[in-house]
């Protein structure tokens, strides 16, 4: 089945610096892709869709210039935190759907990010 | 705005036992709807779906049942495992651009 690769699955870094998040659609192409976050013991909030080609589309409340997001291939978006601070210490998780018309239906296993 | 209620938890089971997370939703138009089982340290899986009115969805000896007059999508299994331990989401879609709404999640604990 379809599969979503999700790098690094840990990361930790000091605040100040910038962290890159790849996603990848490992057998099947991904033309739109979605970034989401997620608080300790809460739900998933969409931070922004990704499409392939274009620029991203940010939810409201997400600051596009610190969460950067690069969709270049149908198969690989990417998700920069720059200058991160602990506050964005958070669970990241990438999904990939087929086409526009289909519900993403594949994660990724999700990236822990810490910053001290 | 679309939105998506669960039931809080965390739910402590004994293995065997029946299982049922309530999910209720809100949104216009006729959304798909969705259980997501979100395992320690891992991402999200897809459980279950349907995808219109009266539709089950079932899978792994899970079920939910897309109930519009009620508008909600319980989870339900007749006999839990220690292994279904774990964040289970309920969320919709219901738009083509492929956005999913979660709640806030609802955490199993089974004990055998």
């Known amino acids: 089945g379809a599969v979503v690769s999700q790098h690094p699955s840990r990361v930790i870094c000091k605040s100040g610096t910038s962290v890159k998040i790849e996603c990848r659609s490992l057998d099947f192409q991904a033309t739109t892709m979605f970034w989401y976050r997620q608080f300790p013991k809460q739900s998933l909030m969409l931070m922004a869709t990704?499409?392939?080609?274009?620029?991203?589309?940010?939810e409201q409340g997400v600051e596009k210039d610190k969460f950067l997001i690069n969709h270049a291939s149908l198969t690989l978006s990417t998700l920069t935190v720059t200058s991160a601070h602990p506050e964005d210490s958070s669970f990241y998780i990438c999904?990939?759907?087929?086409?526009?018309?289909?519900?993403?239906?594949?994660f990724g296993n999700g990236t822990r990010l810490t910053v001290t | 705005g679309d939105s998506v209620t669960q039931m809080e938890g965390p739910v402590t089971l004994s293995e065997e036992a029946f299982l049922t997370i309530n999910c209720t939703y809100t949104a216009t138009g006729y959304p798909s709807l969705f259980w997501y089982v979100q395992y320690p340290g891992e991402g999200l899986q897809l459980l279950l779906k349907?995808?219109?009115?009266?539709d089950k969805g079932s899978n792994k000896g899970f079920e939910a049942t897309y109930r519009k007059e009620t508008t909600s999508f319980h989870l339900e299994k007749g006999s839990v495992q220690v292994s279904d331990s774990a964040v289970y989401f309920c969320a919709l879609s219901s738009s083509n651009t492929g956005k999913l709404i979660f709640g806030q999640g609802t955490t199993l604990q089974v004990k055998p």
């Open positions: 999904s990939a759907s087929l086409d526009m018309e289909s519900s993403p239906l594949h």
């Open positions: 349907a995808t219109k009115a009266d």
């Open positions: 990704s499409n392939e080609g274009s620029k991203a589309t940010y």
